[in-house]
């Protein structure tokens, strides 16, 4: 192991990633800014830089002996701990705490000491993670694979500042107020709209292509590896400077002076990029006030909100699905100049600050300002494309938000947000008999009935193995969405395959948020195509479905022939993740054999059929396919949440 395996590598050291460390920084100067997400491909130290972070911040005075760090100033008044008066004040340094993505409730929330209740009788709370990173940093790698239940708790504390607790009869409230910090990898899954909202500032940061600059990362990284102890002091200057800085913008902040025009231009970047509610308007000027009194400075001017707006806005703008979070540099500066005044620019005496202010490698490019293609008429389509005709890839139709389709049964696969499952995270449901993630209560009830014949008399109860029970939790797991596709000729109408392409993008975006492996396989002309291997990355579903190309006639056997294969391979690679098959297609068979028997080769598929038929006449065919794969049938123009709530019919259990 390397020696630098408990020594933090030093902030300022970090080479790059200047928006990085200006988002960062501005949090640490003004913690109400709300946090920072970090996006990014993995190797690019997101992890390094903002672990270091907690060196530069400013030690914090606690009352002595809380366990929820009050500050004595203004101690809590309903502290579990408390009440304070009169106690000493202690210093200790600013504190990160990392949350693991793995994390049970008990351990962020906190819970009954068991050890005291299970000898002494004694109802006794043990902290968490949130009362730990009270006054601090809370960080959590990795944040878009976090649990949904630990989601809910962790919006519920960012939201109130204050955590509440119900646990086997002990009900605690304690304050919970603390900068978030998330790093994810936008290829693994997204966030949860309600805790992407929840981060004040984002950043997208890559690895530099810059050669000198990677060899000097390189460089620094090995001699930090070889001998931390050396590394450090040579950074120690710069590291104080920055702490330095960051206690006098601290204490500069209550001073600045947020002007109206600085106000009217927050407002109209706000409006402009078309962002949702009024959060961003509040965050872009706190974040604006932050780097004022950053740069030394008692007013906002025009380069604060513009650099605000740059790493307040992205990932509130509204965007087509996939997109990465960006903003259109242009219609900043636009807007900026167009609601500027003469008393809102920067004076020749303005310190410019460091380079990181103008861009830097954290920097997105702008977003493509064209418009979609309008939707076309069914008189404007033209007729169906002939046989072993091929067409341009029509365009999608804007996405919606698809039914919630579900595997029946309780799985064990990896976690996720669509079907039901059994999980070592999930909500508690009922307990049984085991040793594993005790269940107090239940516990407590089994070895009750016997203590009299176990001769216990004092306090505390008297507990074998045989009355141990082990908690149940039910959750949601990630499952394996395969989509087969129709791009005959039949579906080549330009309106319908448009209709297509909208609703598979739609039900590309649902199981992107629901962190599920996608596959997409096309049949056309003689025979079928895996376009898309099963993948967590469904931006690649994106891409494949955009350049779908159509014409031919129906090999319908051959798609279900080849999505029986995948799966049965996928099976072995990954037995515990469940499938859901997506067949979109109009049921028109002209070419190949007969689909009944490859729809037996899918028995026990969760498998939900959508009807592309359209017209007065309806053939029924994509009905009685369903029939024969024991499917849901779920016409095209239905497969909005709109309509029902759909259910995949659970008939018979997956192999």
């Not at 192991?1 to 200006?22: C, E, I, N, Q, W």
């Not at 309600?194 to 600059?213: C, K, N, S």
Request: one cysteine or more; glycine letters at 10%.
């Amino acid at each position: 192991m390397s020696r630098a395996g408990t020594a933090r590598y030093p902030f300022s050291a970090v080479v790059g990633m200047d928006d990085l460390k200006l988002a960062l920084l501005v949090n640490a100067v003004s913690p109400g800014v709300g946090g920072v997400l970090v996006r990014g491909e993995k190797g690019t130290a997101k992890s390094t830089i903002v672990r270091a972070l907690a060196a530069l911040l400013p030690p914090a005075r606690v009352v002595t002996g809380c366990r929820f760090s009050c500050d004595p100033a203004a101690p809590d008044p309903g502290c579990p701990d408390g009440p304070h008066d009169g106690v000493p004040a202690v210093e200790r340094p600013a504190r990160l705490v990392e949350l693991p993505v793995g994390a049970s409730e008990d351990r962020l929330t906190g819970s009954l000491d068991i050890e005291r209740a299970l000898t002494e009788g004694v109802k006794a709370f043990e902290p968490g993670l949130l009362a730990a990173a009270h006054r601090g940093v809370l960080y959590v790698d990795e944040v878009n694979l976090l649990h949904d239940h630990l989601v809910d708790l962790l919006l519920d504390a960012a939201a109130m500042g204050e955590s509440h607790v119900e646990r086997e009869g002990v009900s605690v409230r304690h304050a919970a107020r603390f900068l978030l910090v998330g790093t994810m990898n936008p290829e693994e899954g997204e966030l949860r709209p309600q805790l992407l909202d929840r981060f004040g500032l984002t950043v997208e940061v890559a690895a530099t292509r810059d050669p000198a600059e990677r060899a000097e990362v390189v460089r620094r990284r090995l001699r930090f590896e070889e001998d931390p102890a050396a590394f450090a002091p040579a950074w120690a200057d710069a590291e104080a400077e920055l702490a330095a800085r960051i206690a006098a913008a601290q204490e500069r902040l209550p001073r600045v002076e947020l002007t109206d025009a600085a106000l009217r231009q927050i407002t109209a970047v706000c409006a402009a990029f078309e962002v949702d509610g009024l959060r961003a308007d509040l965050v872009t000027a706190r974040a604006a006030i932050a780097l004022a009194a950053w740069h030394g400075r008692d007013a906002v001017n025009e380069d604060d909100v513009r650099t605000a707006a740059r790493l307040a806005l992205p990932h509130r703008r509204r965007r087509d699905p996939f997109d990465a979070p960006g903003l259109d540099q242009e219609k900043l500066d636009e807007i900026l100049d167009e609601h500027s005044s003469p008393d809102n620019g920067p004076s020749p005496d303005d310190d410019p600050g460091p380079p990181d202010d103008d861009g830097g490698s954290g920097g997105t490019p702008p977003e493509s300002s064209s418009p979609p293609p309008p939707s076309s008429s069914p008189e404007q389509n033209g007729p169906a494309q002939k046989p072993g005709q091929d067409s341009e890839p029509a365009p999608a139709d804007a996405a919606y938000k698809p039914r919630l389709f579900t595997v029946p049964g309780l799985g064990t696969g990896a976690p996720g947000r669509r079907s039901k499952a059994r999980s070592p995270h999930g909500r508690v449901s009922g307990a049984r008999p085991g040793a594993r993630g005790v269940h107090l209560s239940a516990t407590l009830r089994a070895a009750a009935p016997h203590q009299r014949a176990r001769g216990r008399s004092g306090p505390g109860l008297l507990v074998t193995s045989a009355d141990l029970r082990e908690t149940v939790r039910d959750g949601r797991e990630g499952n394996l969405v395969l989509f087969v596709v129709d791009a005959s000729g039949s579906m080549a109408a330009r309106q319908r395959m448009r209709a297509v392409k909208g609703a598979v993008l739609s039900l590309l975006t649902d199981a992107y948020q629901r962190r599920d492996k996608v596959g997409l396989i096309t049949f056309r002309g003689r025979d079928a195509e895996l376009a898309l291997p099963p993948t967590s990355s469904v931006e690649a579903g994106a891409r494949r479905l955009e350049r779908l190309p159509t014409g031919g006639r129906t090999p319908l056997s051959a798609g279900l022939v080849r999505a029986a294969e995948v799966l049965r391979v996928e099976r072995l690679r990954d037995p515990s993740r469940r499938p859901l098959l997506v067949l979109v297609t109009d049921g028109r068979a002209t070419h190949g054999p007969d689909p009944s028997a490859a729809a037996g080769l899918l028995a026990g598929v969760a498998t939900v059929v959508v009807d592309c038929e359209s017209g007065p006449v309806r053939l029924g065919l994509a009905a009685a396919l369903g029939g024969l794969l024991d499917a849901e049938v779920v016409r095209l123009d239905e497969l909005g949440a709109a309509s029902l709530a759909g259910v995949v019919r659970d008939s018979r259990k997956a192999a």
